[in-house]
């Protein structure tokens, strides 16, 4: 079987909410009588895990374009349309080639500061694991992503894994 190497790579500076293009302002509706003001619940922070979690969701269900969709949206990375449509035309590719996404696994989760972070990630295809790297920058509450990897280089997963700091011996 042909093996196909895999690399896909956006190098994206820290990414910033984009702002939605508004309507055409609506007619006032009528005022209705006051009620009192219930304060909104906060909404949750978005994590690493979350937008991974939903980025795999997507494609477990063959749906790529949905996928990186959610994946970039209201970062740089989005900006760059034609990276974005070779992202998703390389991934469909490699779903061929490699199988069907069953699942993932977070395998290893590397900061750099308070604010930097990567996430390594194995996708379980039918025929053969990839391996993902999500790079995220910490924007108030949130994690955004910056960068992403993905390639077939497992035997480098076991370099990775071995570069995680040890507990110090007391």
Same mark, same amino acid.
């Not at 979350?50 to 997507?58: E, L, N, V």
């Given at each position: 079987m042909k093996k196909l190497f895999?690399?896909?790579?956006?190098?994206?500076?820290?990414?910033?909410?984009?702002?939605?293009?508004?309507?055409?302002?609506?007619?006032?509706? @009528?005022?209705?009588?006051?009620?009192?003001?219930? @304060?909104?619940?906060?909404?949750? @922070?978005?994590?690493?895990?979350?937008?991974?979690? !939903?980025?795999?969701?997507?494609?477990?269900? !063959?749906? /790529?374009?949905?996928?990186?969709?959610?994946?970039? !949206?209201?970062?740089?990375?989005?900006?760059?349309?034609?990276? /974005?449509?070779?992202?998703?035309?390389?991934?469909?590719?490699?779903?061929? /080639?490699?199988?069907t996404v069953q699942g993932f696994e977070i395998i290893a989760s590397k900061r750099v500061g308070e604010r930097l972070m990567r996430q390594t990630v194995i996708s379980l295809g039918k025929e053969f694991p990839l391996r993902w790297r999500f790079y995220f920058y910490k924007v108030g509450d949130n994690w955004r992503l910056i960068d992403m990897r993905v390639d077939d280089r497992l035997a480098a997963l076991f370099d990775e894994l071995e570069e995680q700091p040890k507990p110090e011996a007391p």
């Open positions: 895999l690399f896909l790579a956006l190098a994206a500076i820290p990414a910033w909410a984009a702002k939605p293009i508004s309507e055409a302002p609506k007619p006032a509706a @009528p005022a209705a009588p006051a009620e009192p003001a219930i @304060p909104a619940a906060p909404a949750e @922070p978005e994590t690493p895990e979350k937008t991974i979690t !939903r980025f795999f969701a997507y494609l477990q269900r !063959r749906e /790529v374009d949905q996928a990186y969709d959610q994946l970039t !949206r209201g970062t740089k990375i989005a900006e760059r349309a034609e990276d /974005v449509k070779m992202l998703k035309s390389k991934t469909k590719d490699a779903i061929a /080639v490699y199988g």
